[in-house]
């Protein structure tokens, strides 16, 4: 099927299957020496004996203007391995400087043309070429991001390409169907809107999802009209810069599109806090969010979409099908190594199930398959780097010290780059920092709850509001609960869903605005109203 | 006495009683903050004057609202928010609530017309014939949408069920301006209140009065106690506390753009709460050389010196095609010394005096003045080489203004576009000796460089610049850090197509100028603002949007 959701559930099924394939025990608690919780991890055997991605890497200069040049400094950064920790390249490296000639460019193709002059068919055209291009060089890609960033290759490759695809084909669509309205008036005169497009768009995407949000950052801009200036994370800079490329081959003009890799201290705030920035997108952390913001209040007031940080609640009522809300609650927390911004941390469940749950969690998380993202059957790979690593091991290492129960997991895993064993707590409380905090890792908290309103209290006990998941066979249950929660999304018996069409974003300091969906439209737009008087109207 | 241009014209049509105002027939009752339903003082007891602009004299003490009120407004909203009844009653029902409260607008037009002028200093005839029908009508456009909130449903590729709710964002915060007290206040209340969301407002400290009715009557009308509560009260005290309260989940600001940063910025600081700002401007009024002039001069002189020129939409740079331009700055002159200023209760006024504002620095003018006094004495004592009449003019001047930090600034841009050289047609210098009456004034030869063709004067100086094609005027009219709104005078289709298209605007009048209807959308592009008050656009402003998410077992299509 081409279904998108078809084909993540089918992916669950191979990587379930796979789970009796590649089982293989070893020791943790290498690192800590702690109690020898949970020793039997799934893990793919090879995490010694890596698989070279199959790809060249050919594009490491920022793209400006339609050409890939080097940094205005000569600097170069590199970027990693996160299996090893090696490096895979050195990208130039933009700042304040380059993030000026790319602002000039994109300004230019918005002011003088051709991309908002050019008809909306046009646009979507060059958009739909593009897409068809991606597809056809899918494989590279997936390596590519794979390598970079860490992710099972499979994800990759059957799930987050093919919505990538999806989501080009979305916003191609819309590209001719930006509609404004005739607005009536109380007295003669002849009032519509116009839904311009807002100008240069500056966006700074993330290092988890790479080419998705990419995806959702510039299909919108794009088909609105907009020209865009767009940061990578500077753990991921890869793939960006090769669909970059493809675009132009699909005949985007120079200027248009432009990318640049950087750091957010340098580049990121050079363009959150550039005057000639019109719009600034941002997905990433609710601390860097909050800056991004202030540099653009205290700049030329650009209007700021942010996509941020989530503790998500996942919600499981004692009416729930045990079995397949374990499923789900493990993949809501585990996903992309528990590196999703929706990530479902705080599994609420109900008492009357609990024990149940929790041993069958436990197993769950016991078998999964962690290893080299390259091989088939892998669930989970590395952390993205370092950093990460570290701070996901110092929320494990604060859970235990909380006095939360350690079930498995709880350490890294081998001795290179950066794997994490799947770990779950349980007997988490709601004032523990694991059950605060974004830990952005894998490392499931699982926490009791006795009836619906203290739930809900505590579901929304919580500076973030991004999504939430809710468990349960009864239509009054869902919909009390769907109501109550404030999120930004909330998936009624699933989780993750990510069509096309479905709008995503935060409520409280998850952040503000809406991707994808006819929501995302308006970020990229503004509204002009346009007035005039009626002559001897035949009505009002 | 500005250097020594002195008086171009002394011709002004003001109408006798400048001198002697007409005294407001209504007691100001309401003073208290409002909070939770009921009139209180501030928790720190202080009180601060407001003012007739008229005169400078005292209208009434008003309870000085500050963090703590701050707090104690948001808990009072916060508790009618999250546990009723506002947000969990039917839409219909709150409907109901503003159609009432309309009504009583209407029932009570006079007395809050007189509040509105008498604190704000415009024509009695504008608020009462113009404003207060335009804020009932404004109330009764959101009356009709409190029912009319639709989600979607969503097409998606799989078997779910997709669907998104539109729900009430929580507690708005507002900070409304003292140009049009009550209209702000209608513009902000209205959409917030027919979404479910419960609000905290900030009145401006200059024209604290009016809100105060209204939100009493809009208690008459039904509304739960804590859904809509007034704190008068400063910026930097009560407004930067509302800006970065971490219950507060919206704000939305009316001001200038120096105010909107520092608002954006209290906002992500605080908890990221999503702001819409409603900021300066400089539109352009383009006059093209088809135009027919007559009217083309009426609406101009419209676009600029409605309401004191205290718009943030006022068509602040004129700019007429060459081939019209000297008959236009002929007749715009004639127009502006035909303007009626005085007394805005006597009829037939059109320009009252500029707004009473800034009265932190009342201590500081008061101490200026005593040592202008001093000065003047020692100038006599010595007979030093300043002119003691110089003295006397200045100092009788400060005396009478008080705090007049607005009719201050508006004569410095006057000093200022004259020492750039443009030329003074007309104006140019207060009116009369007390209160905060200015000359209509008009400059011409204004080029783009000229203070008074960047900043935004809010005052009733016109500038008249003028050009010769359409793409030199399009790039001279977009060359501006503002962007909220434009007039276009012509009758040619493919010139009005081409300016419209343009002009980076939120709003392009062609033809006509200021005409706003309910539903017409308003606001900013670039430095102008964020988001758009108004119509339909309006409401997302105080919506989350929501979607839910489930599977379909054996869907009969999807």
């Not at chain 1, 995407?205 to 767009?230: R, S």
């Not at chain 2, 010394?337 to 500081?364: C, I, M, T, W, Y």
């Not at chain 2, 003074?424 to 000359?439: A, P």
Request: hydrophobic share 40%; net charge neutral; with cysteine.
């Amino acid at each position: 099927t081409d279904s998108l959701f078809f084909q993540l559930i089918s992916l669950f099924f191979i990587l379930t299957k796979s789970v009796i394939l590649h089982v293989k025990t070893i020791n943790s608690g290498k690192n800590s020496g702690r109690n020898g919780i949970g020793k039997r991890f799934s893990t793919a055997a090879a995490l010694e004996d890596l698989i070279v991605p199959p790809v060249q890497i050919a594009y490491t200069q920022n793209l400006i203007d339609g050409k890939f040049v080097d940094a205005a400094s000569g600097k170069t950064f590199p970027t990693y391995d996160p299996r090893t920790g090696d490096v895979i390249a050195n990208v130039a490296e933009g700042d304040a400087e380059d993030i000026d000639r790319a602002v000039a460019a994109a300004r230019k193709a918005f002011d003088e043309g051709p991309w908002p002059k050019m008809t909306p068919y046009e646009r979507s055209r060059i958009m739909l070429r593009f897409a068809d291009l991606v597809e056809k060089h899918s494989e590279e890609l997936a390596a590519l991001e794979t390598w970079n960033n860490g992710k099972p290759h499979e994800q990759a490759a059957k799930s987050e390409l093919p919505m990538f695809i999806r989501l080009f084909h979305y916003y191609a669509g819309w590209a001719d169907k930006i509609h404004g309205l005739t607005v009536p008036a109380d007295g003669p005169h002849h009032v519509q809107t116009l839904h311009e497009p807002i100008g240069v768009a500056g966006q700074i995407i993330p290092w988890n999802f790479p080419l998705l949000m990419f995806a959702w950052k510039v299909g919108p801009a794009l088909a609105c009209g907009n020209t865009i200036v767009l940061k990578t994370a500077e753990q991921t800079p890869l793939t960006a810069l090769y669909v970059a490329k493809l675009f132009h081959e699909a005949g985007l003009p120079p200027g248009v599109l432009n990318v640049v890799s950087g750091y957010g201290p340098t580049a990121g705030a050079a363009l959150a806090s550039h005057m000639d920035v019109d719009k600034v997108a941002f997905t990433g952390s609710t601390d860097t969010g909050k800056i991004v913001l202030e540099l653009a209040a205290k700049s030329n007031l650009k209007p700021v979409t942010l996509e941020l940080g989530g503790k998500s609640p996942f919600i499981i009522c004692e009416d729930a099908d045990v079995d397949k809300a374990v499923e789900l609650a493990h993949f809501a927390l585990f996903f992309n190594q528990g590196q999703c911004c929706c990530a479902g941390s705080r599994t609420f469940v109900h008492e009357h199930v609990y024990d149940e749950f929790l041993e069958k969690a436990k197993a769950r998380a016991l078998r999964r398959v962690v290893g080299d993202p390259f091989r088939k059957g892998v669930e989970q790979g590395p952390q993205i780097d370092t950093e990460q690593f570290e701070k996901v091991l110092r929320y494990i290492r604060a859970g235990i010290e909380s006095n939360a129960t350690l079930e498995c997991g709880g350490d890294r895993l081998g001795t290179k780059g950066y794997f994490v064993q799947p770990t779950v707590f349980s007997n988490v409380k709601d004032d523990m920092l694991i059950a605060k905090d974004e830990i952005f890792g894998p490392v499931q908290s699982i926490l009791k709850f006795k009836d619906i309103d203290e739930v809900i209290r505590r579901a929304n006990n919580t500076r973030y509001g991004l999504a939430a998941g809710v468990f349960t066979k009864s239509v009054e249950t869902a919909n009390t609960l769907t109501r109550a929660l404030r999120a930004g999304t909330v998936w009624v018996n699933c989780f993750d869903v990510f069509d096309a069409a479905i709008p995503f974003g935060g409520y409280k300091m998850s952040g503000i605005g809406r991707e994808k969906g006819i929501y995302s439209l308006h970020n990229y737009l503004q509204v002009k109203a346009v007035v005039t008087p009626l002559k001897n109207p035949a009505w009002l | 006495r500005f250097c020594g241009v002195g008086r171009v014209v002394s011709g002004y049509s003001t109408s006798a009683g400048i001198e002697n105002p007409i005294n407001p027939s209504i007691k100001v009752h309401c003073t208290q903050l409002l909070i939770n339903g009921n009139f209180v003082d501030s928790a720190s007891g202080k009180t601060f004057p407001t003012y007739d602009p008229r005169t400078g004299d005292v209208i009434a003490h008003v309870a000085e609202g500050d963090a703590e009120d701050i707090d104690r407004a948001v808990c009072a909203a916060r508790k009618a928010f999250d546990e009723g009844p506002w947000p969990k009653m039917t839409a219909y029902e709150r409907s109901k609530v503003l159609f009432r409260f309309a009504d009583l607008l209407d029932k009570h037009i006079e007395e809050l017309a007189t509040l509105e002028t008498w604190d704000n200093g415009k024509p009695y005839e504008q608020s009462a014939k113009i404003e207060l029908p335009m804020i009932s009508r404004i109330i009764r456009y959101y009356a009709g949408w409190a029912d009319k909130i639709h989600g979607l449903t969503i097409p998606a590729d799989g078997p779910h069920l997709v669907q998104t709710i539109h729900e009430p964002i929580g507690v708005a915060g507002q900070i409304i301006p003292w140009n049009f007290p009550l209209l702000m206040f209608a513009w902000k209340v209205g959409p917030a209140l027919a979404c479910g969301c419960t609000i905290v407002l900030k009145s401006a400290e200059q024209t604290p009065l009016s809100a105060l009715y209204a939100a009493k009557l809009l208690h008459e009308a039904g509304l739960p106690p804590g859904v809509l509560n007034v704190v008068s009260g400063f910026g930097p005290t009560a407004g930067a506390a509302l800006a970065s309260h971490m219950d507060v989940d919206k704000l939305a600001f009316t001001g200038s753009s120096e105010t909107g940063k520092i608002v954006l910025e209290l906002a992500s600081k605080s908890n990221l709460k999503p702001v819409t700002l409603e900021l300066g401007g400089k539109s352009p009024f383009i006059v093209c050389k088809d135009a027919d002039v007559d009217k083309a001069v009426e609406l101009a002189h419209f676009a600029l010196f409605f309401n004191q020129g205290q718009c943030c939409s006022a068509g602040s740079r004129t700019y007429v095609h060459e081939d019209v331009h000297d008959e236009f700055i002929e007749k715009a002159k004639a127009r502006a010394l035909k303007r009626s200023v005085g007394d805005p209760f006597k009829a037939g006024v059109e320009q009252g005096p500029q707004v009473n504002n800034g009265q932190p620095l009342l201590h500081v003018v008061v101490i200026m003045s005593y040592i202008l006094i001093a000065m003047k004495i020692s100038v006599r004592c010595y007979n030093l080489r300043f002119s003691p009449v110089l003295f006397q003019t200045d100092t009788n001047a400060y005396l009478n203004q008080i705090d007049s930090e607005q009719f201050e600034k508006i004569l410095r841009y006057i000093r200022s576009g004259i020492e750039s050289g443009a030329t003074l047609i007309t104006g140019g210098d207060r009116l009369g000796s007390k209160g905060f009456y200015i000359q209509p004034t008009v400059f011409t030869n204004v080029k783009e460089d000229m203070l008074i063709a960047q900043e935004e004067i809010f005052g009733p100086v016109q500038s008249i610049l003028k050009f010769r094609d359409m793409d030199e005027v399009i790039r001279r009219a977009n060359s501006t850090r503002y962007g909220l709104a434009a007039g276009v005078f012509t009758n040619d289709l493919d010139t009005a197509n081409t300016l419209s298209r343009a002009l980076k605007v939120g709003t392009v009048w062609i033809n006509c100028y200021d005409v706003f209807d309910a539903a017409i959308p308003f606001g900013g592009y670039k430095m102008s603002g964020q988001g758009r008050e108004k119509g339909v656009h309006c409401l997302s402003n105080y919506l989350q949007v929501k979607a839910i998410v489930a599977p379909l077992k054996n869907p009969a299509w999807i």
